[in-house]
């Protein structure tokens, strides 16, 4: 789960209840905390869901967004919506938000000049999925829940292509540094592409 009190915040921050480092919500809660907890429980249920009932499978920055609304739309009148301010999370900063949607329109733009990778090895699969994932993250659309919504975009993408990723085989320190790495300027993506690759499974 992400844990938005990691992130940098600024007094400026429109996403916070006034005076506090609580997300506005849809909830009425006050309390960080108990606004993880209930989120928490509101997005597994909708995960669920994700699962038997998931968005068409568009991959683009639409069906991105299709994907944080339905998981988040129960908590934050964000919900699916791309942010609108700038925050970073180690003292490393996401992606201007101006740039956001050019930036994924490349992306995107990418997976489709692949042929969403269809036709690849799970090894090989999993190497440019990583590639994907780590691009997408740079970019963190939404102010909060980029890392589930990231997931069941990738989780569908594997899908289509026969295969699965175990997220709960990896550790979240090691999902953690890979994810730092290949959003950093350089870019460095090696490890999240191994990260990945060594997870995914064929389910066909």
């Known amino acids: 789960m992400d844990d938005y ?59 991105l967004r299709q994907i944080h609304e339905r998981l988040f739309g129960d908590v934050y009148p964000f919900a699916g919506e ?9 003292r490393e900063l996401f992606l201007p938000f101006r740039l956001i949607e050019d930036e994924a329109m490349q992306c995107f733009a ?29 970019i963190h659309p939404f102010r909060e829940g980029n890392g589930r919504t990231q997931r069941l975009l990738i989780d569908q993408l594997a899908l289509v292509n026969g295969y699965a990723i175990e997220w709960s085989a990896m550790s979240k320190a090691s999902m953690v540094e890979a994810c730092r790495e290949a959003r950093l300027a350089a870019g460095n993506d090696q490890r999240l592409r191994r990260l990945i690759a060594l997870h995914t499974v064929a389910i066909r």
């Open 5 to 63: 009190s990691q992130y940098d915040l600024t007094d400026d921050d429109p996403y916070l209840i006034p005076g506090s480092t609580c997300l506005i919500n849809l909830l009425n809660l006050t309390d960080t905390q108990a606004l993880n907890d209930a989120e928490e429980r509101f997005v597994n249920i909708r995960m669920a869901e994700l699962t038997t009932s998931p968005i068409e499978p568009a991959f683009d920055l639409l069906h």
């Open 82 to 90: 791309i942010r609108k301010v700038e925050f970073s999370k180690g």
């Open 110 to 138: 990418w997976i489709h000049a692949q042929r969403l990778l269809k036709g690849w090895d799970a090894a090989s699969f999993g190497s440019e999925a990583g590639h994907f994932l780590g691009w997408i993250n740079k």
